[in-house]
């Protein structure tokens, strides 16, 4: 039963231009949405996140949007870098729990010089 | 301030041998995760460990694993009698906050 899909597994994108990366949910109850980067020997690292009364949040590069009726959100990455090259995983907290993370199967981005 | 510190970081063991897998949580973290990846999957949360206490251990499966966070020193994650399906990369998390985690680098379990 995967509540949180990441349905592309790669993604390729030339440098300068925009990275989306998707995921979509299923459970009603996640109020708090996450997106980790990880780099290969390396544990994720935190990048940005949302919570469920917002739609937008914004950091440098990274911009994160969320729609609740669509049950979608979405990682936008703008100029992409060659750095930016890493698998990226959506997560999600449901209201019931403060600390259990659902995570999706990731997105393996490469940003092409 | 040093990170969440996890070692090994590879470790290999034979089928019927036991595992363990130790975690540091940042300082001033009392919250430890654990999670396990396995190759093409997503992490997938295992157990919540507070100091001396076991919060919620409801994705560890029921047999050989187990899990601890003492009073002094690291978190352990436990695995007796391995087998090949244990292999898989185990992760580490800790947070002040509880949904704020932040992960170690990892450890690799190789069942051979």
């Given at each position: 039963d995967q509540q949180v899909k990441q349905n592309s597994p790669s993604l390729s994108v030339q440098e300068g231009r925009i990275s989306i990366l998707n995921c979509d949910y299923?459970?009603?109850?996640?109020?708090y949405f996450l997106w980790y980067k990880k780099y290969p020997a390396e544990g994720p690292t935190f990048l940005i996140s949302i919570s469920s009364i917002k739609d937008k949040n914004e950091d440098g590069r990274f911009t994160v949007f969320l729609n609740k009726s669509a049950k979608h959100l979405s990682l936008h990455i703008v100029?992409?870098?060659?750095?930016?090259s890493a698998v990226y995983f959506c997560a999600a907290k449901s209201m019931d729990s403060s600390y259990k993370l659902i995570f999706g199967s990731g997105t393996r981005l490469l940003v092409r010089p | 301030n040093a990170g969440v510190m996890q070692n090994p970081r590879h470790l290999v063991r034979r089928r019927g041998q036991e595992a363990r897998l130790r975690c540091s949580p940042m300082k001033g973290h009392s919250h430890v995760y654990w999670y396990r990846q396995l190759p093409e999957e997503g992490l997938k949360f295992m157990v919540y460990l507070q100091k001396e206490n076991i919060?919620?251990?409801?994705?560890?499966?029921?047999?050989r694993f187990s899990a601890e966070f003492p009073k002094e020193g690291p978190s352990i994650l436990r695995i007796q009698?391995?087998?090949?399906?244990?292999s898989a990369a185990y992760f580490c998390a800790s947070s002040s906050?509880?949904?704020?985690q932040y992960f170690g680098p990892g450890t690799r379990l190789t069942v051979t």
């Open positions: 299923t459970n009603s109850m996640f109020d100029p992409s870098q060659p750095g930016d | 919060i919620d251990e409801s994705g560890m499966p029921k047999e009698q391995v087998v090949r399906g244990d906050r509880s949904y704020e």
